[in-house]
């Protein structure tokens, strides 16, 4: 594992440009939904019923999401369309271990860590300016974004999966983002039916609006109760799915 | 000879440094390359000299990174000399003035300049429009291509959805479609089945010959080069160490022959070595390696000598030629 | 003369094999244009919190931010700009070899490549805008061709402005190892300065200062204001002639970068 990383990191520091530019670009990434706020209370004094320092707590969990994406997810699930269309999936088969832990695993874009940091540094500014927050709130919020990463894993890797049929999966993984990045934004501040959509429909709500609530202690029980059981349900859905497209894999190539 | 009417292509002094970053491996190597990058010069092409004549076939030959692409890119204006001199049809290259460019072509085998997603037939028309070939031309040449290269069932199915084979005889048709008087094909037939290869050189061959045009040929396979060039250019660590034909260059760099013997009756190995080195002896086959010049004296003894079936003296082939010339002429520098 | 004639023809060859090769990736196509979510969540809160704050924001209603909305979607999906990558990739894997050899500059392959994308792309964007137009009461487009002839003026020198500046970024590449991440932030700079976060209006006056000496106020807020109705004319006039200095601007910059990236790969290998 140390290997993997250790190799992986190697192939990055030859690329310093690219150093720069994620760096930049996380401080992008904030900055739109930064500014969002900014307009947004700039024109009245509450985003659907939340404080700037409440939004701005949604804000560090979709970056911190959006770190685990861009350092652990994009990069190792965007080469399983590619060695499915080179054909170099084969060796991952052959290997002694879980095929879909070694393709979930290979590879770290540390630089985007940047993010994390990112959402760190804006978590830490919103938290000494919310009077709702407790010691248990932050535990229940950070046991609830655990189960968040395992959702956002479990869509990431099942989208990905799908590049077994269609090679070119990155579009998909595009459509995901699109979706993905309303969770920059409370849910509240939608309208009722976007709103719905984007908790049941879409678990984005559960990613950051829902951890964010529990910090608050402002999360109605049955939500908190709801989150572990989508994240089990998605992980064994995509469990299900690799297993499915594996075998229909196998048995089409030769 | 050769008047400078007759001159398709001169080159001086040659020659092309890159600066490459160096990195240690490792993750600490890359952690002390980011902050700080060392580089080093890589002298690929050290004074090369060329002359073609016009309508004139050589094949380059050499080792990989010897600098064969790294010359044929200057000669084409990819890639700016470090220094030295480079005329090709009165051009210098490197402004790729487009009067130079719509008379030469550069094939690579390694990339594909036909557009993926769309029947080859929608590149040819881009590049008709590109060169400016008006539609009698642009009719004739389609014509004459198709009869070598057998394009028509082709031309209308998706490039994608092309073998390799077909693919490269549409890439080769489009790179030529503007009758450049220039060719330089690198690798031009790699991954390609004996008989595409042979269909490839084919049309080559009948190219140089209608068009009188100059070409300039890399491969791997010495198929190719022997096939369609008389004359070789062997380049190794970035220089010339031959230039001539064919046939002087196996003379040169292997003053053996060999024989090979088909024995009525048996004789020991210490016997055969009177006669030659032994190569090989397998019961009654046998291969002896003669000098050249000795031959015909030597297989006039050995036939009184021996009880022969069968006799046949051959030129080593000429990948163990090449070989055995990159070996010796590698051998002082190291010395 | 002549020069332009027989460049007019190799383009039109160029661009129909490009219509061609995009009418391939529709499917691809579509995907993408859902993807650029940005302006409808936008919409979405916007539409929301006028709202709750009793009918109107800063003089906009529900209907208006619909309408300014759906504007910017449109005028966004008009300026989508990938050359940037595609150059980065051509430059890197030295794909860009073989088109360095052809007697026309690479740069109208590329230009024809967005112009055959867009081609495609608007009955795409013409039907998907309709939706919002319809389900927000009140919210809609002018009716006034003169407006439309004007806009497509505006959005063509916008596509071009977008066009370039995405150029050069992709040439850095001739300098650097990879320029993407760059072209990730140009587009953030256009989006956020251009008003699809906001119409200009609501910007705080500090940020509207630093956007107006940039072009994008006039390559998204101008032309989704055209679109919903809103614009003077004189303010169409003076974008149009902003955009036009900023674009003869930037073809400079590109046609220097150029000329100075080919000599460096020239000089360091293709």
Known sequence: MWLFLANSLSAQLEYRANFVGSVLASFGEVAVGLLGLVLFFGASDRLGGWTFPQAALVLGFFMLAESFISVLLQPNLNRIAEQVRLGTMDFNLLKPVDAQFLVSTRQVNVFRLSDAVVGLLVIGWAAPRLPDLTWGGALLAALLFASALVMVYSVWFMLSTTAFWFVKVQNVTELFNGVFSAGRFPAAAFPAWVRTALTFVVPVAFVTTVPAEAALGRLDAGLALWSPVVALALLAASRLFWTFALRSYTSASS | MTTPHDAALRVRGLTKHYVVHEKEPGLLGSLKSFVNRRSRTVEAVRGVNLDLARGEMVGFLGPNGAGKTTTLKMLSGLLHPTSGEVDVLGFEPRRRHADFLRSITLVMGQKQQLLWDLPALDSFLVNQAIYEIDDADFKRTMREYDEVLDLSGILRKQVRKLSLGERMKCELAAALLHRPRVLFLDEPTIGLDVNMQVRIREFVREYNRREDATVILTSHYMA???????????????????????????????????????????????????????????????????????????????????????LTVEDPPIETVIGRLFGAERAPEHA | MRAAASLGRKFRAIFSAQLANMVAYRAELIIWMLSGTLSFIMMAIWISQARAAGGEIGGFTEARFASYFTGTWVTGQLLVVWVAWELDVQIR????????????????????????????????????????????PGAGFTTDPRVYAAYLLVVALGLLIRFLIEYCIGLLCFWTESATSFSEISWLVYAALGGVFAPLQLYPEALRRVARLTPFPYMVNLPATMLAGDAAWGDVGRGVLVLLGWAAALGTLRLVMWRLGLRRYGAVGA
């Open chain 2, 224 to 310: 190719d080069v022997t096939a369609l060039c008389e004359r070789i250019v062997v380049i190794d660590a970035g220089r010339v160490v031959f230039d001539g034909d064919l046939g002087a260059l196996v003379e040169r760099s292997s003053p053996y022959k060999t024989v090979k013997l088909q024995l009525a009756s048996p004789a020991s190995t210490e016997r055969l070595a009177r006669h030659g080195e032994v190569v090989s002896h397998d019961g009654l086959g046998v291969e002896l390696n003669m000098p050249r010049a000795e031959v015909g004296e030597r297989a006039a003894r050995l036939l009184t000598d021996l009880d022969v079936a069968d």
């Open chain 3, 93 to 136: 894997l030295g794909n860009l070899s073989p088109k360095l050899l052809r007697p026309l500059d690479p740069l109208w392959e590329h230009l024809s490549n967005h112009l055959g994308d867009r081609l495609v792309r608007a009955p795409f964007i013409a039907l998907l805008a309709c939706l919002p137009l319809l389900l927000v």
